[in-house]
């Protein structure tokens, strides 16, 4: 059973800083590319950041030098640190694989960030 838990969203002023992270289980996870994706309230659910499994990264242009994504294989986590946060961060934050194989996809449950003073 694959399992992608997220962890560390919570509340936050503009201009701090959260570490997001998810711990994945089920899958080869060091074969696997890996992505942060966001969801506000009556938008769409967007990428923010993609990691392949050879530690290469992209971002979103709104989050360009400010979020980092970054991964463990050893732990078989994958981080997304965020700086420099803004209102508009504010999002639920998934994590999200398509495995190895690339056969489906794979989603955590969400961890919440709310960025306001």
């Known amino acids: 059973q694959v399992q992608l838990v997220e962890s560390g969203g919570g509340l936050v002023q503009p201009g701090g800083s959260l570490r997001l992270s998810c711990a994945v289980s089920?899958?080869?996870?060091?074969?696997?590319?890996m992505d942060w994706y966001r969801q506000a309230p009556g938008k769409q659910r967007e990428l923010v950041a993609h990691i392949t499994s050879g530690g290469r990264t992209n971002y979103a242009d709104f989050v360009k030098g400010r979020f980092t994504i970054s991964r463990d294989n050893a732990r078989n986590t994958v981080y997304l640190q965020m700086n420099s946060l803004k209102p508009e961060d504010t999002a639920v934050y998934y994590c999200?694989?398509?495995?190895?194989?690339?056969?489906?996809?794979?989603w955590g449950q969400g961890t919440q960030v709310t960025v306001s003073s």
């Open positions: 089920g899958i080869t996870f060091s074969n696997a590319d």
């Open positions: 999200h694989t398509q495995g190895a194989l690339r056969l489906r996809d794979y």
